[in-house]
């Protein structure tokens, strides 16, 4: 595996800056001139995928609707799924060069990949995106992208040594009303904030389940050791493969508040201008956790109480007004006077197109996309702590220039946990 820093010429590069000799007339497909609606193989951003299940096949058509992406290859420890997205691609592009893989590790070798996908199970996220990272690829992430605080930082740091471009799988970030309703938080049209509002979809933190043995299915069909990846062992049980939720490890299972709820809080972090991370954190009261930056402004993760605009609903409060929205694209506001005459584009149900599109304009730019690993990892560590505070039943208070709860060796235990060999980030 190359080392964090090392450089790496990229296919499209070499593409761009060579030239070839013409040794005989041949007949060249209008795709690979960059006609009938396709991009120069010089500008094509060429993406492989790990994991790509419900959600990572949404996230695949949303990449394949991109007239410069060529999807090359898929990876999965499920035959029936390599198979499936194998011949979703090859539909789209017309032919039947995407490869199949069992072992990441094999898809992260190949030399022509720009980018990978990766929509495995939570338990996965951060050690592969890891992984690809180091290999040089740049990475689009379905979250939650971490297990705990811990993993959180490490993964922020590898993207800032490898200088990967990373997009974590929050596309509200790029929804016109989000963006709209953060955008009066951050420039002070609503005055000084005093809170922000979260929905959490749920708050429990439980640990990872066990349950009865069952036959494992041969290696080719489910690779039971790969899908367990760095949890600690258990034996096989059907169950456990589509359990979008169920960590595999000795840590906490994120529930509500790191699951759905993530997106909440990402657009909340970003509301306060991408900040350091709550200090304080209350347990669940009355429905409601309430946790505070160091300024005094308010986190509230909130279950009922909404105005019904949607799911993933988000409130920002100042001092001059407020704003609230939701999935379903609309805004309501505390006055009129807050749109100052501008028009915001209603897109209700959460499309990832958007977001895809940021990432890939940021692989070809090498600019940092709006779900990038700081903004990541900020958001990510708040969920985490939240948490733990559930899990205690109990006030915790983190301090962010030490990464650690203040004298609480209980809560200290809980950010990080044992991995299974081989599979450190």
Not at 155 to 179: E, K, M, S, Y
Request: proline share 6%.
């Amino acid at each position: 595996m190359p080392s964090d820093s090392a450089p790496r010429l990229s296919r499209r590069r070499l593409l761009a800056a060579g030239s070839a000799a013409a040794i005989a007339p041949v007949v060249i497909p209008g795709s690979a001139l960059g006609l009938d609606g396709f991009a120069a193989p010089s500008e094509r951003v060429v993406v492989g995928g790990i994991g790509i299940g419900r959600r990572g096949a949404y996230d695949l058509s949303c990449f394949l609707k991109q007239p410069d992406v060529r999807f090359a290859a898929v990876c999965d420890v499920k035959e029936a799924r390599r198979t499936a997205v194998k011949k979703m691609a090859d539909d789209a592009h017309g032919d039947d060069r995407c490869t199949m893989h069992r072992d990441f590790r094999e898809l992260l070798d190949l030399q022509d990949l720009d980018a990978v996908l990766i929509a495995t199970g939570p338990n996965w996220h951060g050690t592969m995106a890891a992984y690809a990272a180091r290999a040089g690829k740049d990475i689009y992430c379905e979250k939650p992208c971490t297990k705990n605080i811990a993993q959180s930082l490490v993964l922020r740091d590898i993207i800032r040594r490898t200088g990967r471009v990373f997009q974590a799988g929050t596309q509200r970030r790029n929804l016109p009303h989000f963006a709209f309703a953060c955008e009066l938080a951050r420039t002070g049209r609503l005055g000084k904030m005093k809170r922000v509002y979260a929905h959490p979809a749920g708050m429990k933190a439980e640990t990872s389940g066990w349950l009865p043995e069952q036959p494992a299915p041969d290696p080719e069909v489910v690779d039971w050791d790969l899908y367990l990846g760095p949890a600690a062992w258990r034996p096989f049980n059907a169950k456990f493969l589509d359990g979008f939720n169920f960590e595999k490890g000795g840590g906490l299972v994120g529930g509500g508040v790191l699951e759905w709820g993530s997106h909440c809080v990402d657009l909340c972090q970003w509301a306060v201008n991408d900040r350091s991370p709550p200090v304080e954190y209350d347990p669940p009261r009355d429905g409601q956790l309430v946790a505070r930056y160091d300024d005094g402004v308010e986190l509230v993760f909130r279950e009922q109480g909404w105005i019904p605009l949607g799911s993933c609903p988000v409130r920002f409060e100042g001092e001059n007004g407020w704003v609230e929205t939701g999935d379903s694209g609309k805004l309501v506001l505390s006055s009129p006077v807050l749109l100052a005459g501008r028009t915001v584009a209603e897109i209700g149900g959460y499309p990832a197109t958007f977001h895809v599109r940021d990432f890939l304009d940021c692989v070809k730019t090498r600019g940092k996309p709006k779900g990038n690993e700081e903004a990541a990892c900020n958001a990510h560590i708040a969920c985490h702590a939240a948490n733990i505070a559930i899990f205690l039943g109990r006030p915790v208070k983190y301090d962010n220039a030490t990464n650690r709860f203040v004298g609480d060796d209980q809560a200290n235990r809980l950010l990080g946990e044992a991995v299974r060999e081989p599979w450190r980030m």
